[in-house]
């Protein structure tokens, strides 16, 4: 079989790929840990596909397989989305965990790298279509703009189970990072090749 071409994102399609990312995400330690409950949790990462996904639109970096089963978010050199978008989803924290929520947000805020890079806040895929290789096809394909262009790429895995595939395509961990009850969460920083 044919592996899926990888393709970039366009406003007549970046629904679809928003609708896998969010299947990929639905089982996620970090993501539930933030919206334990499933309507909140589908509610407030509609809004963070929303507010992630616009600027990466806008600069033509979201990559995505021909069926649309899954995607990567990167954010170019120069695009930062100010905190305070997210603001409104942070009431939906339980109470609880808020300050560790906050605490994480500055860890992950200071492991960014301060050079110009690649950001990827999301790369997902509907969990029926996971084992197939395509998330390390669009992983691999949309490496190839920071190396091009000898930039680093940075990216915080919310998954342990997900590291390994970071690592075949040379992310290296730079620290784990865990506060109050919260599940590990790793920065990662690649290298131009």
Not at 92 to 101: H, K, N, T, V, Y
Not at 143 to 151: I, N, R, S, T, V
Not at 167 to 178: D, I, S
Request: proline share 9%; with cysteine; hydrophobic share 35%.
């Amino acid at each position: 079989m044919e592996p899926p071409k990888i393709i970039k994102a366009d406003s007549s399609n970046v629904e679809k790929v928003k609708s896998a990312i969010t299947l990929g995400f639905a089982a996620d330690p970090f993501l539930r840990w933030f919206f334990p409950d499933p309507h909140i949790y589908l509610k407030n990462f509609a809004f963070w596909m929303d507010a992630f996904s616009k600027p990466a639109l806008e600069s033509d970096s979201i990559f995505t397989d021909e069926n649309f089963y899954g995607g990567a978010i990167w954010h170019p050199p120069g695009i930062h989305l100010d905190s305070d978008v997210l603001a409104p989803t942070l009431e939906d924290i339980p109470d609880f965990r808020l300050e560790s929520a906050l605490q994480m947000f500055e860890e992950f805020n200071e492991c960014h790298p301060k050079e110009d890079h690649w950001y990827l806040p999301f790369i997902g895929l509907d969990p029926s279509k996971q084992g197939q290789g395509i998330g390390s096809l669009i992983l691999k394909e949309s490496l190839k703009q920071a190396d091009e262009q000898g930039k680093v790429a940075y990216l915080e895995s919310s998954n342990p189970m997900n590291m390994s595939l970071y690592e075949r395509h040379g992310f290296e961990t730079m620290k784990k990072v865990q506060i109050g009850d919260s599940p590990p969460a790793h920065p990662m920083i690649r290298y131009p090749r």
